[in-house]
Structure formats: C-alpha cells, structure tokens
Nanobody, 118 residues
C-alpha cells in the first residue's frame, strides 16, 4: 500500500515559481508512474504530467509544457513538480497520484492549494 502527501503549495504572483513535493510511504514498484493532476475552481480534475519511477520518462499536458518540470528522487521516495512562469489559470488544487504505469492511478494524495494572482 502507498500513501502520498503533497506539500509546497501557496500564493504567488503571475510570472513567479513554485515547487511542489510529493512524499510517498509504502512500496513504490519499479513499474509505477507518478502523476500530477490539478483541479481549478468550478472545473473538472485535469492531467498535468507524469514520470515513470524506474526510467524517469516524463510527459506533460500541452497547457504546462515548457513551464512545468517533473523530477524524482528514488532514494527519498519523492516526486517534485517545478512550476515556472505561473499564470492565474494555473490556480487550483494539485494532486499527486501513483500506480502501475499504463494501467491505473490507484493511490492519491490529499492535494495542495496553488493560487496565482494577477
């Protein structure tokens, strides 16, 4: 079983940066992917990006490509989301998720609030 805890959210002005962390407890298998999702006020949850646990291969949604970067520290069971050039439309609750790559995100964190002011 896996538990995920996000941290690093906060309030930032447009054009600024934030770095989110996702700390995992329990076993992370080598075939897992770690994904980031977000949910803006009044909107459905959307995919942000993901990284594979073993190879570190990344993939991003078009809306954040070139601005956001996902990385990992396998020794610390932690995944990071570096967010640069933030826009007010990036505002929302950001969630970390984990699961077998290509199958399902079966574990989810509680989320951390990111607010970007104009």
């Amino acid at each position: 079983q896996v538990q995920l805890v996000e941290s690093g959210g906060g309030l930032v002005q447009a054009g600024g940066s934030l770095r989110l962390s996702c700390a995992a407890s329990g076993r992370i298998f080598s075939d897992y992917a770690m994904g980031w999702f977000r949910q803006a006020p009044g909107k459905e949850r959307e995919f942000v990006g993901r990284i594979t646990w073993s190879g570190g291969s990344t993939y991003y949604a078009d809306s954040v490509k070139g601005r956001f970067t996902i990385s990992r520290d396998n020794a610390k069971n932690t995944v990071f989301l570096q967010m640069n050039s933030l826009k007010p439309t990036d505002t929302g609750v950001y969630y970390c998720a984990a699961g077998p790559y290509g199958i399902n995100y079966r574990y989810w964190g509680q989320g951390t609030q990111v607010t970007v002011s104009s």
